[in-house]
């Protein structure tokens, strides 16, 4: 009778037991999926609070290893396929001309390119169909500038290039500036990825012990 009954016990603890290591198992894997995603947001959200746009935040992305089971080794990974740009703007870079000459910085009147591609001179160029004209400033940023140009009428306002007749008669011209030259720029920090990644670091446990299933708890 004692044998029959010291054996029922064994048998219910390891079966207990396999039970509440699977729970943790899950409770691990939801806690580590949750902070992963977590942390993810949050950083996609810094982005676009500072106005880089959705495109950028988006290159945000969140994995959870392994892949496909609940492990009590769960790992969660975020990462972002633009990671020059981040860390430019997570540790404010200091940008200079690859040839060594000028950056030039579009104005409202450049515009942008072709699906909203950012606007250089040599692209502006292109699809005006009109070459820039150098100005230099004493004591100021240089400025790339088109000439020959008249000012819209109607709400939107803005600028657009002179029909030969208004050429010709030299009525309503004006010349706007369309890039700043400058020699360098300094990128202010923008982002605070370390401070995020520890936020959701510091609540891991706590969304561990929320996802423990709730049929283990009452066990």
Same mark, same amino acid.
């Given at each position: 009778?004692?044998?029959?009954?010291?054996?029922?016990?064994?048998?219910?603890?390891?079966?207990?037991?396999?039970?509440?290591?699977?729970?943790?198992?899950?409770?691990?894997?939801?806690?580590?999926?949750?902070?992963?995603?977590?942390?993810?947001?949050?950083?996609?959200?810094?982005?676009?609070?500072?106005?880089?746009?959705?495109?950028?935040?988006?290159?945000?992305?969140?994995?959870v290893y392994p892949?496909?089971?609940?492990?009590?080794?769960?790992?969660?990974?975020?990462?972002?396929?633009? #990671?020059?740009?981040?860390?430019?703007?997570?540790?404010?870079?200091?940008?200079?001309?690859?040839?060594?000459?000028?950056?030039?910085?579009?104005?409202?009147?450049?515009?942008?390119? #072709?699906?909203?591609?950012?606007?250089?001179?040599?692209?502006?160029?292109?699809?005006r169909g009109q070459?820039?004209?150098?100005?230099?400033?004493?004591?100021? #940023?240089?400025?790339?500038?088109?000439?020959?140009?008249?000012?819209?009428?109607?709400?939107?306002?803005?600028?657009?290039?002179?029909?030969?007749?208004?050429?010709?008669?030299?009525?309503?011209?004006?010349?706007?500036?369309?890039?700043?030259?400058?020699?360098?720029?300094?990128?202010?920090?923008?982002?605070?990825?370390?401070?995020?990644?520890?936020r959701w670091q510091?609540?891991?446990?706590?969304?561990?012990?929320?996802?423990?299933?709730?049929?283990?708890?009452?066990?």
């Amino acid at each position: 009778m004692s044998v029959r009954l010291l054996a029922a016990l064994q048998g219910d603890l390891s079966k207990m037991m396999a039970q509440e290591l699977n729970s943790a198992r899950v409770a691990v894997t939801t806690g580590v999926r949750e902070a992963t995603q977590g942390l993810k947001s949050e950083l996609r959200s810094q982005i676009e609070g500072s106005g880089l746009g959705s495109r950028l935040a988006n290159t945000w992305r969140g994995v959870v290893y392994p892949k496909g089971r609940p492990s009590l080794g769960s790992a969660g990974l975020v990462y972002s396929r633009a #990671p020059v740009v981040i860390a430019a703007h997570d540790q404010g870079a200091l940008i200079r001309s690859k040839n060594g000459f000028w950056l030039a910085i579009p104005l409202p009147a450049a515009g942008t390119g #072709p699906r909203g591609k950012r606007m250089t001179p040599g692209l502006w160029e292109r699809m005006r169909g009109q070459r820039l004209r150098f100005v230099y400033r004493s004591g100021k #940023p240089s400025l790339l500038v088109a000439d020959n140009f008249r000012a819209k009428t109607g709400k939107r306002g803005g600028f657009a290039a002179a029909s030969a007749s208004a050429q010709k008669s030299g009525r309503g011209l004006t010349t706007v500036p369309i890039f700043l030259l400058v020699p360098q720029a300094q990128l202010k920090k923008k982002f605070d990825i370390a401070g995020a990644a520890q936020r959701w670091q510091d609540r891991l446990m706590v969304l561990v012990t929320q996802s423990w299933p709730e049929e283990s708890a009452d066990t």
